[in-house]
């Protein structure tokens, strides 16, 4: 994973480059660029035939004595904000522009739109600790009729941090979730501005990759986000997991005690308002320390969080519940959705031999032997990938289309596979996050312009078109394309993105799936 984000996320930086204005224009009162939204009025530009306003603020800055407090009201400016450039992102160890005053968001829409467009609103991932909205251009995919919407939300211990302090001085908010609640705060940000810039809030989309698509998942079961979204796409859906023993969400007892150990280890004596005041003196630098990507996942792998930090957090109102149990009761909101996960995707878990990791299955173990090393001469590090692939994100992407299809949900399963060409010998699959720049059509953010081929812009054209039309029409057929079928927990059906083009037909993962889920099932 570490590797894939090193060579991704600088490729998608350098990608956002072209978008950029060249620089400012003059501008008159009655110029269409000027938007009036909550704290004043922005300015944007066009860039060929897509408008965008870049770094608009949703919230109040969350420092001084707003660090780990939810979003408050975004404070008022005079005349009108230059929105011509990403705001930073989010606090993380990454080398990129970033700053705890970083809640901002970010608007595309096609220049020649003559009525109300579907909004579509995207959460970007990087394991609940790093990544930002500037990493994602979506100029490409705004072209294509839709509205785009994306933004910066509170990441690691800034985001995911419930010490009970914060409970004795804030007992009526939502306490660790901070990051979520930012992305709520954008949301309800759409829902009151969005009409102002030629978006219909009765058609808002939410989606998202890998931790993004997990916080979508975490919104189509808070009942705190009903009403602000209409359809889901949910892509590598990470954290907090539809399998709750695989990505966890902490319940609050032990949020609290992992963020009141950590304090106590950079020094944090007291308790109360006292406390607060020390946690909130802590330099920025110290609070980011152990909570990088490697970091992260390295936690993950041996089935606990990085110190300090809680991830996902079942707070009792904004996650009442894991969203597995929501799942199964069926009390997530009802929504049309899209989601599916990658062949070669990430693999969290430890194994230093086949028999520890075959272990993983219990009393299943023979028959896990046979589906994935039927030989027995499968190396180690290709059966970790395999097992551990299917265990952390495509399993669980399956069981969270069959609970929505049990409760008759609209839901479309897919599996991408597409290698661009010039990979092609080098990745034996497409690894995880690899599908982000085909479905926001911006293919050459992962191997430079110059190498993409005419099939990798035909792949990047069709998936693209998919998502775009399930935002217009809330359904991805149509123009043409393969027909993708619902999704029907009794058929073995799902679309398969490869090399060789769209195939609609059985998953050639199914048996090894179907164990990992016979393992949930028992384990309960």
């Not at 609103?121 to 790093?130: K, L």
């Not at 406390?275 to 909570?291: F, H, W």
Request: proline share 7%; glycine share 10%.
């Amino acid at each position: 994973m570490v590797r894939i984000l090193a060579v991704l996320f600088p490729l998608l930086w350098a990608a956002t480059a072209v978008a950029q204005p060249a620089g400012d224009s003059p501008i008159t009162k009655a110029d269409p660029l000027v938007v009036k939204v909550d704290g004043g009025s922005v300015r944007g530009a066009a860039v060929g035939t897509v408008i965008s306003w870049k770094g608009i603020p949703y919230a109040a800055p969350p420092v001084g004595n707003l660090r780990w407090r939810v979003p408050q009201a975004v404070q008022s400016w005079v005349g009108v904000k230059e929105t011509l450039k990403f705001g930073p992102a989010c606090l993380q160890t990454d080398n990129v522009p970033k700053s705890e005053d970083c809640l901002t968001l970010n608007v595309w829409r096609p220049a020649n739109a003559s009525r109300p467009l579907p909004v579509m609103v995207w959460m970007h991932g990087g394991a609940m600790v790093h990544g930002g909205a500037s990493i994602y251009p979506f100029d490409a995919m705004a072209a294509k009729g839709v509205m785009i919407v994306s933004m910066n939300f509170r990441l690691g211990r800034f985001g995911y941090f419930a010490h009970q302090a914060l409970g004795d001085e804030s007992p009526e908010d939502v306490r660790g979730n901070y990051g979520f609640m930012d992305q709520l705060a954008a949301l309800r940000w759409v829902r009151s501005n969005i009409a102002g810039f030629g978006g219909d809030p009765e058609q808002v989309t939410i989606f998202g990759g890998s931790a993004g698509g997990g916080s979508v998942l975490a919104h189509l079961v808070s009942p705190m986000s009903r009403g602000l979204f209409h359809r889901a796409i949910l892509q590598s859906p990470g954290t907090p997991g539809a399998r709750a023993r695989v990505l966890p969400a902490s319940d609050l007892s032990t949020a609290e005690k992992i963020a009141t150990d950590w304090g106590r280890s950079v020094g944090v004596t007291g308790d109360g308002a006292a406390a607060l005041k020390q946690l909130r003196s802590l330099p920025v630098d110290k609070i980011l320390e152990g909570v990088s990507s490697a970091a992260t996942l390295k936690a993950l792998s041996a089935e606990t969080t990085p110190p300090g930090m809680a991830m996902s957090i079942i707070d009792g109102r904004f996650l009442p519940e894991a969203p597995e149990a929501a799942l199964a009761a069926g009390r997530q909101t009802v929504v049309p959705v899209i989601v599916g996960a990658n062949d070669r995707e990430l693999a969290i878990g430890t194994a230093g031999t086949k028999f520890e990791l075959f272990y993983e299955f219990g009393v299943d173990a023979g028959q896990a032997r046979t589906l994935y090393d039927p030989q027995g001469n499968q190396t180690l590090e290709e059966l970790r990938q395999q097992v551990f692939a299917d265990r952390t994100l495509v399993e669980p992407a399956r069981h969270f289309a069959n609970e929505m299809s049990r409760t008759g949900q609209t839901v479309w399963l897919y599996r991408f596979a597409y290698v661009s060409q010039a990979q092609r010998g080098q990745n034996m699959g497409a690894l995880h996050a690899f599908e982000i720049p085909f479905t926001i059509n911006v293919p050459g953010a992962l191997m430079g312009q110059s190498k993409v081929t005419p099939t990798d812009r035909a792949m990047a054209d069709l998936i693209s078109d998919y998502w775009v039309s399930f935002a217009l029409t809330t359904d991805p057929n149509g123009g043409g394309r393969p027909v993708w079928p619902r999704h029907d927990r009794m058929v073995d059906r799902l679309l398969h993105f490869t090399n060789s083009g769209v195939i609609v037909g059985t998953d050639p993962v199914k048996r090894r799936l179907d164990l990992w889920e016979r393992v949930w099932t028992r384990d309960r």
